[in-house]
């Protein structure tokens, strides 16, 4: 449970934007949800095992409040209890809780969970309706990464960048040419000219997806959307980051 509940907090209320997650629990899956303020991204996750005592759809409000709770290793460690606490309402048992408490029971929280209906108004389960064309798709590297860093210190200013490919490689680009700007190669070896739209993406929301520990993978559409696809070691989330206008 406590490993569940810290990559949930680093992958989604991590990025910067997310104060609340949807959890949908079965037998079969565990997956999570979040929406970026403003919809600025699009948070899904699933886990590779199941999480024991999260069956149902439930919310996790506050993630601060609960990244607070979850942080106190010296007291709730090994021997801690950390559980979902249920009740039964009209014949279904609900998640309405996370109890945490020590061995010697001498420092207990409890951190209260949204129940279904609440959390289906605020957060959907969103999804494709049809799958976009990725034009792009790439594994960036870490040197890379750095560059998009350095170039997002040197245009500071800038909220968003925009992608184009150059031939076999696809370029990232800040500013104006009638101002100040630069630009720098992101991946080499891309489909050659895959790009024909030159879409503006938010600079905060995607360097916070790239500064997360796990392999990532780029996808980039002409439709308009980018998706970064991250594996945790515990769940794989997709980020599907809608484009913004200059």
């Not at 680093?10 to 997310?18: E, F, L, S």
């Not at 095992?49 to 942080?71: H, R």
Request: no cysteine.
């Amino acid at each position: 449970m406590k490993d569940f509940l810290k990559d949930v907090i680093q992958y989604t209320h991590g990025i910067g934007k997310v104060e609340l997650v949807k959890v949908v629990g079965t037998d079969k899956t565990t997956n999570v949800y979040a929406l970026g303020e403003g919809n600025s991204v699009i948070i899904s996750g699933t886990f590779s095992q199941t999480i024991d005592g999260l069956t149902g759809t439930f919310g996790m409000p506050n993630m601060n409040k609960l990244k607070t709770i979850i942080s106190f290793d010296d007291i709730y460690d090994d021997k801690a209890d950390i559980s979902v606490v249920t009740e039964d309402r009209d014949g279904v048992t609900t998640p309405v809780a996370i109890h945490f408490e020590t061995e010697s029971k001498d420092f207990v929280n409890d951190y209260r969970l949204m129940v279904k209906e609440m959390i289906e108004n605020k957060v959907a389960t969103v999804s494709f309706k049809v799958t976009p064309t990725w034009n792009v798709e790439f594994e960036p590297s870490v040197a890379n990464i750095l560059k998009l860093k350095k170039q997002a210190q040197a245009n500071s200013e800038e909220t968003t960048f925009s992608a184009k490919t150059d031939g076999d490689k696809l370029k990232l680009f800040f500013g104006s040419p009638s101002a100040h700007s630069g630009n720098f190669v992101f991946h080499d070896k891309v489909a050659t000219n895959a790009l024909t739209k030159q879409w503006e993406w938010p600079v905060d929301v995607f360097l916070a997806i790239m500064d997360l520990p796990g392999t990532k993978t780029v996808r980039i559409s002409n439709q308009g959307v980018t998706q970064i696809e991250v594996d945790s070691g515990l769940a794989v989330y997709q980020y599907n980051i809608p484009a913004k206008s200059k």
